[in-house]
């Protein structure tokens, strides 16, 4: 519809800028617009007045009124035409619109209603009843400017938030990076066999941890480490047990002892114990660990394993056949005076050696039940022809078609020695 208002006829009272509620009031009836607006100004409203509806919205774009008494039959633009048009042009502001009509029909209510109209008075106006529909409307509007501003409060929290996130998110990306760099070589090979390790968080940062270490000459340290709980504080304290276990630094690793020529492994089971008393020590945190400590001749194959609460490790001879043992023992950092112990599994050439976080036999299926040492087992088996690295991608693909999940709720972690014996049995 276009619409014409080039000079409508407007009135009103230009002391708004004082604090009244303004009103616009539109009728094609000059009495009747001045019987309102005597009434409203005797109220203490602001009124401007337009003798049609395209008079009123050009008012309206001049200055948006809080509330609207508009009469229903004009000529040229009805009330319901003219109110139609105002919510399309009116931005965030909210007015509360009145029809004034003699028509009671329940369509034509429904009509109005749907046009955007607030309320109805019956024409002739009863001076008492539009009182009360416009103090009415004023509350309404308050309550809409107050729920305007809680909206623009959480629109801002809620952006505020979202710069948080996206900082946060940078943040744990580079702690990701960071935690990653702990393990700096996941393939290396040895003169007595080749070594694989797998570090894989449930989320950016998690509390697993493997490493390696050079020992006494022709022996190799392996070290797993699955910290409670997962995310940030879990990857702090995994950042300050790799110290503890340094592959550079040997003065500090705790799993060593100099010689006079160099260093070799202490006993598993005692440098766990010197673990346990330096993390209750000089750590200030309700995090424990289970953790697998082993020495490994390169040259015989021969492995002493410390175990604290970690899963047992697993042997698969070169004949296909799987050996799971342990001590089972108690979790690193929960109580002092703790003693652990140590076993020894003997590796021929072709034999490998596996150590694997929790993350893999309590992976959950759809309906719950857990992948298990069964599935572990029936995994192995399945691949026990694939080698290095890749027989970790064909595990993790395993459990993503076992779990359904691309992602999995535990940090995984591994290590996996394959021997091969001395140079010469090669």
Not at 78 to 102: H, P, V
Not at 136 to 161: P, S, W, Y
Not at 218 to 226: K, P, Q, R, T, V
Request: glycine share 10%; aromatic share 6%.
């Amino acid at each position: 519809m276009k619409i014409e208002a080039c000079a409508p006829e407007i009135t009103g009272s230009s002391d708004h800028a004082d604090g009244g509620k303004l009103v616009l009031v539109v009728d094609d009836s000059r009495l009747q617009r001045k019987i309102l607006s005597s009434s409203l100004k005797r109220w203490g409203y602001d009124v401007i007045e337009a003798e049609s509806g395209e008079a009123a919205l050009a008012a309206c774009q001049a200055r948006a009124p809080e509330l609207i008494l508009s009469d229903w039959m004009m000529p040229g633009m009805s009330g319901i035409e003219f109110c139609k048009a105002f919510r399309e042009m009116s931005g965030e502001r909210y007015s509360y619109f009145i029809l004034l009509t003699s028509k009671s029909e329940k369509n034509d209510v429904a009509a109005g209603l749907d046009a955007g109209a607030d309320d109805f008075l019956t024409k002739p106006v009863d001076g008492n009843e539009l009182r009360a529909r416009l103090t009415a409307g004023q509350r309404i509007l308050e309550m809409q400017r107050e729920l305007t501003l809680k909206n623009h409060v959480i629109t801002e929290t809620l952006d505020e938030l979202q710069r948080l996130y996206n900082s946060l998110d940078s943040d744990l990306i580079e702690a990701k990076q960071l935690q990653q760099s702990l393990v700096p070589e996941r393939c290396k090979s040895f003169e007595g066999g080749d070594l694989s390790l797998l570090l894989r968080s449930s989320g950016h940062v998690g509390g697993d941890l493997v490493g390696f270490f050079p020992a006494a000459e022709g022996h190799l340290g392996l070290f797993a480490i699955d910290v409670s709980g997962h995310g940030i504080s879990s990857a702090l304290m995994t950042a300050r047990l790799a110290g503890y276990l340094s592959a550079t630094a040997l003065d500090q690793n705790i799993a060593l002892e100099r010689t006079e020529t160099g260093y070799r492994s202490r006993p598993p089971a005692e440098a766990i114990e010197t673990l346990n008393e330096l993390v209750l020590d000089e750590m200030e945190t309700e995090h424990y660990f289970t953790m697998m400590l082993a020495d490994i001749d390169l040259a015989t194959g021969a492995v002493v394993i410390g175990q604290a609460g970690h899963p047992h490790p697993v042997i698969q001879r070169a004949n296909g056949c799987l050996e799971q043992d342990g001590t089972g023992g108690f979790p690193v950092g929960l109580m002092s005076g703790v003693t652990f112990s140590q076993f020894e599994m003997q590796l021929h050439p072709g034999d490998r050696l596996l150590i694997l976080s929790d993350g893999v036999t309590e992976c959950p299926n759809h309906e719950g039940d857990l992948l298990g040492e069964n599935g572990l087992e029936q995994l192995l088996a399945m691949h026990r022809d694939v080698q290095g690295a890749a027989l970790f991608d064909a595990i993790l693909q395993s459990m993503t078609d076992f779990s359904g999940l691309s992602e999995f709720p535990d940090d995984v972690s591994g290590l996996l020695f394959e021997f091969s014996g001395p140079a010469h049995e090669k």
